[in-house]
């Protein structure tokens, strides 16, 4: 508990106390008034105080209004009457507090537990200086350093192992409990925690740059873009409460004028009293507070489990997917290439692999990453200029001074380069040097392990349609595609036809449900954009993938897209439950309370009661174990 709820709790107790002590103390008149009085302000001072700032501000009608003219309504009524019951407006306010506390005590704790669970900022890295380690600011680490990384700490920037043997726990990005083995060469993200060995690892990027930055900065977003459901709320707000203030004067004012009229006593009394209670029923708060808690744990519940959603509105599209495009290389399979054979080839397989490793020196496409490994020297950039990659054909680029021109049939044609067909099924990567044809490599990547199951997944899930989409050969795409059972497969397309591909599907399905498009983000952030929602690999994906996505999968995983939206959905029913109930409940005791059939004591258990049940719902949405 913070300090401030243990105020409120004090407060509480104390007005509580005093409210039960008074019923036995024998005074009347003005010291009975003023003692009670007394007990009315400790526990409602600051809703008097918000109402009367509201006012000021013009922002007259909220909820501290109605409690305010409510409990200061029944007080001058019990005044009147000579009655003396005070106790009344006091319990009122008494029980709208300990609702309060009980949500800010829920809501505290569900922004705990995300933040624990998003406790993957890193406070310090260590570099070696003179033979010691040395705690720096991870900010103030420049790329291409070397730090150290101990067990038991979290790994602070994104980088390359150069030293050192260790396992990995990737759970808080992940979500994914086994840890991951790492040894020197391989890449490692910030946000990990180091178990078991030392480790030197050489920054890639700086700490802005780190893909805890880029998850931090996602999850602290999130909160900021509303869903349709959010907005409805704060809309209905707006003009529900003006009216239930109205209906209340009206309540107050019409039935003792006709009964006058009618040559009946008027009973002001009894009518006011009625529209008191009537205004404490209306408070909307159940809603006011459930709903963007229930988005909050939701967006909670799917990062525990590494998956992010960058918005309640994503949350809200994401639960109607009914068609899912893939992307092939890098989403479906692993985009790490192997060198199958060298064919046809005018120079040694060694000189070929050369030329081919240094033309892709500066490409990010997965296809050059394994390219370079194959090779497994180091590169000397020097000896590459005038780079040119052509998204969906391959690169050009002078190596020592002549051309190098590394890519499929496409770039070979534009180039008008004749080059020699592969009979063997793979990715393959023709060479040309100086516009003559050196030969070709035959290079073949696997299957995701999961992503078979993935695809069984989402057709369970509902989902209507897979797609697959991707620039790669036909021939390679289609084994890919049966293997997996994906519907259909459309191959051999360039980035941009890939967005009318996604263009086409949306057409054909408006208004049947949303397209989300999974890729990871080389050549693909267009059509990341142009879908319904955008879904990207987090890990292997680019910078640009983890901007346009709206989702983004920590770990590259893609059982985690059916996870994803099981989620969107569990959550979306909580919202929904929660506003049919809270303004079901809400609508009877209205009617009970315009008709005199229950009193504010009824009324502000109905309040505070729906409000509790509502939260308690709504924290439902953190649990993610069962799906
Ligand atoms: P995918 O849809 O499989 O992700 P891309 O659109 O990224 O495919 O690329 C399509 C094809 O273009 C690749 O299969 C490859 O033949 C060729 N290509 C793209 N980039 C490169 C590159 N850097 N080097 C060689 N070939 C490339
Ligand atoms: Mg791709």
Redesign the pocket.
Known sequence: MSKKQKIMLARILISAAMLMGLAFVPVSGLPRMALYLIAYLVIGYDILKKAGKGILNGQVFDENFLMTIATLGAIALATYDRSGDYSEAIAVMLFYQVGELFQSYAVGKSRRNISALMDIRPDYANIEREGQLVRVDPDEVSVGSIIVVQPGEKIPLDGMIVEGASALNTSALTGESLPRDAKAGDEVISGCINMTGVLKIKTAREFGESTVSKILELVENASSRKSKSENFISKFARIYTPVVCIVAVLLAVIPPVVNLTAGNLALWEVWIYRALTFLIISCPCALVVSIPLSFFAGIGGASKVGVLIKGSNYMETLSKTKVVVF????TLTKGVFEVNGIHHNAMENEKLLEYAALA?CS?S?P??KSLQNAYGKEIDRSRVTDIE?I?????VAKVDGTTVA???SKLMKKLDIEYKDCHSVG?I?HLAIDGAYAGHIVISDVEKPTSRQAIAQLKKAGVEKTVM????AKAVADKVGADLGVDEIHSELL?GDKVSEVEKLLKAHTGKGKLAFVGDG??DAPVLSRADIGIAMGALGSDAAIEAADVVLMDDDPMKIAKGIMLSRKCISIVYQNIVFALLVKAVFLILGATGITNMWGAIFADVGVTVLAVLNAIRALRVRNI
Not at 391 to 395: A, F, P, Q, R, T
């Open positions: 992307d092939k290389t890098g892709e490409s496409h296809i050059s990659e998204s969906g054909h391959g690169v590394a890519g499929n990715t990567i989409l991707t620039g790669d980035p080389i050549n």
